[in-house]
């Protein structure tokens, strides 16, 4: 059974400034997908980003980048440039090709503050 | 285009009472998912319904129920609720095809069980 960890239950950072968001995971297989979700008060539940565990280069969205490191099972999230909207929970999730449902972390209630 | 919608917005039941979660997926979908998250958690997989079976479940007891439509559309049923059924109830959509299908969330319900 797949595992997914998140070790910061709550974090701030001063707008404009960069945070990293961190995430292990515990699995047998070889290839799978990590993501990263977002979920502001409204509740909806946002991609911010997805990356395939059998590509190396580390996946980017915009201010958003991940740090991938399979052997250690890691997958860390950065957010540049914080802005005020990207206070949210962000979950960490892992999904097998052939599963098709997520196994989602317990989260990390992120605070961006003016 | 219209996303995920779910109905209704929030609900409140009591102990031993039935419910029944209604989810509309985004159009051009044809796989419907349910996620429990309970309060300060991350997303707890029930089931998924693909061509109006279940097509995986996750470790939830037969108390929780799905049916899916032929337009696609799907209900979750849970029976004799109990009060740790409190929780917000997401549904995702997705297209089923041959590799990585992303999933789509709805806003959710919130359920809460006195």
């Known amino acids: 059974a797949q595992t997914v960890t998140q070790s910061q239950p709550e974090m701030s950072v001063q707008e404009a400034e960069t945070v990293t968001l961190s995430c292990t995971y515990d699995?047998?297989?070889?290839?799978?997908?990590l993501f990263w979700y977002k979920q502001p008060p409204s509740r909806q539940m946002i991609l911010v980003i997805r990356?395939?565990?059998?590509?190396?280069q580390n996946a980017t969205e915009n201010r958003f980048s991940v740090n991938f490191q399979k052997a250690a099972k890691s997958f860390s999230l950065k957010i540049s440039d914080s802005q005020l909207g990207d206070t949210a929970m962000y979950f960490c999730?892992?999904?097998?090709?052939?599963?098709?449902?997520?196994?989602f972390g317990p989260g990390t209630r992120l605070s961006v503050l003016p | 285009d219209a996303g995920v919608t779910q109905s209704p917005t929030h609900l409140i039941k009591t102990r031993g009472q039935q419910v029944t979660l209604r989810c509309s997926p985004k159009?051009?979908?044809?796989?419907v998912s349910w996620y429990q998250q309970a309060l300060g958690q991350g997303p707890q997989f029930i089931f998924q319904?693909?061509?109006?079976?279940?097509?995986q479940r996750g470790n939830f007891p037969d108390r929780f129920s799905g049916h899916q439509f032929p337009n696609y559309s799907s209900e979750l049923n849970v029976n004799a609720l109990l009060l740790g059924d409190s929780a917000l109830y997401l549904c995702?959509?997705?297209?089923?095809?041959?590799?990585?299908?992303?999933?789509?969330f709805g806003p959710g319900t919130r359920l809460t069980v006195l």
């Open positions: 995702a959509s997705s297209r089923t095809s041959g590799g990585y299908n992303e999933q789509f």
């Open positions: 699995t047998s297989e070889s290839n799978y997908y």
């Open positions: 990356q395939e565990a059998y590509k190396q």
């Open positions: 999730a892992f999904m097998v090709p052939y599963g098709q449902n997520f196994v």
């Open positions: 159009s051009g979908h044809d796989t």
């Open positions: 319904y693909y061509e109006e079976e279940e097509r």
